[in-house]
Structure formats: structure tokens, C-alpha cells
T-cell receptor
Framework: NAGVMQNPRHLVRRRGQEARLRCSPMKGHSHVYWYRQLPEEGLKFMVYLQKENIIDESGMPKERFSAEFPKEGPSILRIQQVVRGDSAAYFC???????????FGSGTQLSVL | QQQVKQSPQSLIVQKGGISIINCAYENTAFDYFPWYQQFPGKGPALLIA?????SEKKEGRFTISFNKSAKQFSLHIMDSQPGDSATYFC???????????FGEGTQLTVNP
């Protein structure tokens, strides 16, 4: 039973490019959360999705950032026109149904040059 | 009101000693308090969690103490080992299914 899978592990983009981060939740999990972590800081909530629905996007910047979790396939966090301040580790986490335990992936380290 | 404050920022303990990390929260609607352990280059891993209806929970060398009236909870690591060296995050969650709010993390170093 594979855990939460994120890819790519490392992503390098130049300013102005687009970044796409993928997350496949654990098998049977339909709830996905995205968090951002800056060096030596805690995890900051960005968005919470259930299959095909955004439940809470209060932590996600209104501009340039979007997220989706389609009926089929992984959840995608998309950052358009990246800036240096977007450089961070982005973690995806999933849980199943009424289970409160949240399982994290290994993250995507985004570096913006 | 959504904040979770964690201390200390860093902690150095000798092998065999007790590591204690503290967290405080403000939102009385929080009803679930997990602790996560994170190694460099890895995602956080759930260590132990507690609900406010109990004052203590123990799993192996790890214990959570919970003080509802003070709105504080702490992680105790007994017989700390060098392999415990990692960053530890406390967290809190409100209504079921909502997001976790994390503390800023404590970098624990256990010296051999």
C-alpha cells in the first residue's frame, strides 16, 4: 500500500514560468490538503480538496495559484508566473473518510531562479 | 485565534534524557491535537495524537500531556535517542475534517 506520492521531488523554474505539482493520495483517500513550508518554518495550510471539489482555499493566494483534484488522476497544485518568493517545499497530505489521521507525502522542493 | 505557539525553537538533549516540547493554542474549538516528526528531506510523519477528553496519552517512549484549562499540550520523549533527532511539530484541528494548524516546529538534537 503505497503512501502519498508527490512528483516531482525537485522542480526548478525560472521567474515567469509555470510550476505544476502532482499528488496522488493514499489508496482509498478522497481528501487532499496542500501545505507550504519555508526553510526552518512550520507548515502553512494552502488548500483542502475533496474529489472534484475545493472545500477550503483560504490559505492559497488569490492570484497565480490554483488547485484541483479531478475525479480521475492526481491532485494538481499549479503556480503560474512563478516568482522567487514561491521557492519552498510543497507538501501534500491525504486522509480517508471520517479518519482524522493525515498522511503526508515527501514533498516537492520548488526552486525559482 | 487560529495560532498554535510552540516552544522551544531548538532543543539539545543527552542520550537517555527526557525531551519536552510545549505548545499553546487559543481557539477553544480545536478538538484534535497531533504531533508530527519530520526528518530532513522528508514529509512530516504522524507520531501521536490526543483529544481534549483525556489528559495524557502514551505510546512507547512518547507521551502527550494535555491541559485543557490552560490550553496547553506537550510532548515528552523518554529515554531520548540520537535517532530521535528531527524536527517536531505540534498541530491542532477544529471541526472534523478541517485543516491542521501547525506550530513553528522544534529542532531536537539528541547527543550520543
Amino acid at each position: 500500500n503505497a503512501g502519498v506520492m508527490q512528483n516531482p521531488r525537485h522542480l526548478v523554474r525560472r521567474r515567469g514560468q509555470e510550476a505544476r505539482l502532482r499528488c496522488s493520495p493514499m489508496k482509498g483517500h478522497s481528501h487532499v490538503y496542500w501545505y507550504r513550508q519555508l526553510p526552518e518554518e512550520g507548515l502553512k495550510f494552502m488548500v483542502y480538496l475533496q474529489k472534484e471539489n475545493i472545500i477550503d482555499e483560504s490559505g492559497m493566494p488569490k492570484e497565480r495559484f490554483s488547485a484541483e483534484f479531478p475525479k480521475e488522476g492526481p491532485s494538481i497544485l499549479r503556480i503560474q508566473q512563478v516568482v522567487r518568493g514561491d521557492s519552498a517545499a510543497y507538501f501534500c497530505a491525504s486522509r480517508g473518510g471520517m479518519n482524522e489521521k493525515l498522511f503526508f507525502g515527501s514533498g516537492t522542493q520548488l526552486s525559482v531562479l | 485565534q487560529q495560532q498554535v505557539k510552540q516552544s522551544p525553537q531548538s532543543l539539545i538533549v543527552q542520550k537517555g534524557g527526557i525531551s519536552i516540547i510545549n505548545c499553546a493554542y487559543e481557539n477553544t474549538a480545536f478538538d484534535y491535537f497531533p504531533w508530527y516528526q519530520q526528518f530532513p528531506g522528508k514529509g512530516p510523519a504522524l507520531l501521536i495524537a490526543i483529544r481534549p477528553d483525556v489528559s495524557e496519552k502514551k505510546e512507547g517512549r512518547f507521551t502527550i500531556s494535555f491541559n485543557k484549562s490552560a490550553k496547553q499540550f506537550s510532548l515528552h520523549i523518554m529515554d531520548s535517542q540520537p535517532g530521535d533527532s528531527a524536527t517536531y511539530f505540534c498541530a491542532a484541528r477544529g471541526t472534523s475534517g478541517s485543516r491542521l494548524t501547525f506550530g513553528e516546529g522544534t529542532q531536537l538534537t539528541v547527543n550520543p
